[in-house]
């Protein structure tokens, strides 16, 4: 933040209707470390905000000064009693996310807004790296208790600068099974890999349309848990996609066998990074593993660019790690202004908690009582 500007101007955005109209534009690139991820800009927040927010729930604060937009806090209501504050899209979508700052003073500028009100906070996922955590104890010192704790992380592959080919990113049992898989892709047909870039939403359309189809063919249709069955996630990747699409940062990828899409991949290309936000196959070429050839593809494609990462996203699982074990770590931050509504959130938040672990050790105790009955029902081995 401008030492030189005093008085920065504060704006406040309530209706979900008007952010995209309304919502003063900043160029993420040169935030850095303060739009690190793609939750962090403008078509993300928009997207969120006209897909999951009712009239009223919304708070996005802009601090603006001579040179624009220095820092955002993209909120919505939540908890209907005591209410909290909490990022936008971080219920609905589970991503890391973070407020938007321009540079360290921008973000203390933000935080004496958020700071001087009474309402509770939740930042369910923010980057471990991020320099919020200190910031917020710093703002709030003396005026409320903030809590911090290990959040889930999101797995990824580093690229370095060494620009290795993408085999050598992998182990050698994965190489070998990926080699399979193209093979027996190949005894079906022809395959090709296509990775667009839609620049307007009349591109974006149609391939989002195709790829939601490829999702559904697959275990997450069977499963109900595509995006075909959520008609919010639907409504929200189809404007988020249009969106992005707009500033050049939406990528969508494809494996076809003979020209039929066995496998997508919904992703942004953003901040240096190559981020997956969906991923899907049709169960129908199952036997080729056309997923993860596509994945190997995109790992490729990242390279070629000279990106910095691979980024999965979501929570590690057990088939991301068969492609890496290099996680980021996130951090939930909440915070708890002294006053009524920051100590009844408090309260709460604690009875959950407690319920929660007598919940667990009661289950664990139970197991443990029946094990010893099942040993002992075991015969003997000769």
């Known amino acids: 933040m401008d030492q030189n500007v005093t008085s920065p101007v504060v704006r406040r955005f309530t209706l979900p209707g008007t952010l995209a ?33 009712r009239d009223g729930d919304l708070r996005v604060t802009v601090v603006e000064d001579h040179s624009g937009v220095a820092a955002v806090a993209p909120l919505v209501f939540s908890s209907p009693f ?41 930042l369910p996922r923010v980057p471990a790296n991020s320099p919020a955590p200190e910031a917020i104890r710093a703002s709030y010192r003396g005026r409320g208790l903030i809590v911090c704790r290990p959040g889930n992380t999101c797995p990824r592959i580093d690229l370095g600068t060494a620009r290795k080919p993408p085999d050598e990113l992998l182990s050698s049992r994965l190489r070998s099974d990926l080699r399979r898989a193209q093979r027996k892709a190949e005894a079906q047909g022809r395959v090709t890999y296509e990775v667009h870039a839609p620049r307007t939403a009349a591109e974006f359309l149609p391939l989002y ?29 189809s404007r988020y996609g249009a969106l992005a699409s707009e500033e050049g940062t939406l990528r969508l990828a494809f494996l076809r066998l003979e020209g039929v899409p066995a496998a997508m991949q919904y992703a942004i290309q953003w901040n240096g990074a190559f981020w997956l936000l969906k991923v899907g196959y049709d169960e129908a070429f199952s036997r080729c593993s056309p997923g993860m050839l596509l994945m190997q593809h995109t790992l490729g494609y990242a390279v070629e660019q000279g990106l910095r990462s691979y980024e999965f996203l979501g929570s590690a699982e057990a088939w991301t790690q068969r492609w890496t074990t290099d996680e980021t770590s996130t951090t939930r931050i909440a915070v708890y202004p002294f006053g009524p509504e920051g ?40």
Request: glycine share 8%; proline share 8%; net charge positive.
């Open 209 to 237: 349309e195709e790829a939601l189809r490829v999702e559904a063919a697959g275990w997450k249709g069977r499963g109900g848990s595509a995006v075909t069955t959520n008609e919010m996630q639907r409504a929200f990747f």
């Open 21 to 53: 109209s309304e919502l003063p534009r900043w160029d993420g690139r040169a935030f850095g470390a303060g739009a690190a991820t793609p939750m962090q800009t403008r078509p993300w927040i928009v997207a969120c905000g006209e897909t999951f927010v």
């Open 82 to 122: 005591p209410p909290h504050l909490e990022l936008l899209g971080a219920r609905e979508l589970s991503e890391p996310s973070d407020f938007v700052f321009r540079d360290l003073g921008a973000l203390d500028a933000l935080l004496a807004v958020l700071s001087r009100e009474s309402t509770p906070l939740l």
């Open 343 to 382: 100590m009844l959130s408090l309260g709460r938040d604690l009875l959950r908690s407690l319920r929660r672990k007598v919940t667990a050790r009661i289950a664990a105790r139970r197991r443990g009582t029946l094990i010893p009955e099942v040993a002992d029902a075991t015969p003997p081995s000769p």
